[in-house]
């Protein structure tokens, strides 16, 4: 089983010209919590994330309109990403290590090619478990972990080192 087995790959995307105003209705038509962000000149290459957490803490704390406030200065810059031939097993551990719920897929250049989510393997494991294989790829107890390492909370010590 590869990454690409398991991703979204209709993803709403938006540029980092774009208000945060425009990408959280992409967010609400999409029920979605995050967007990836590619870059202006069309190549669909990941440039950033955002998250409906990023809108609103940079409208509460910049004190300024969700629509006066571009993508760009808002956006987490710093994308962990993975390929689409990656196993879950890589894709957990980027999880873990990142502390993200999802990372973009992409390709060599980095143009993205769907999203993998923590959902997304979490849905893999039920299937796997209700399978009766033997030895999963994704089970239910890797999910678990994936998470409790995702809401871990960091000294400053462990985040100055990951960063």
Known sequence: MKVEDLMTRSVGTCRPTDTLSSAAQL??????????????????????????RDICMAAHFRGASPGALPVGQVMSKAVRTIGPLETPADA???????????????????????????????????????????????????????????????TPRQAAVSA
């Open 27 to 52: 967010m609400w038509e999409r029920d979605c919590g995050c967007v990836p962000v590619v870059s202006d000149d069309g190549s669909n290459r990941v440039v950033g994330m955002l998250t409906d």
């Open 92 to 154: 957990k551990a980027a999880m873990s290590d990142s502390q993200v719920r999802r990372l973009p897929v992409v390709d060599e250049d980095e143009r993205l090619l769907g999203l993998i989510s923590l959902a997304d393997l979490a849905r893999a494991a039920v299937r796997e478990s209700a399978s009766k294989k033997k030895k999963p790829e994704v089970t239910e107890k890797g999910v678990a972990e994936t998470l409790e390492a995702i809401c871990s909370v960091r």
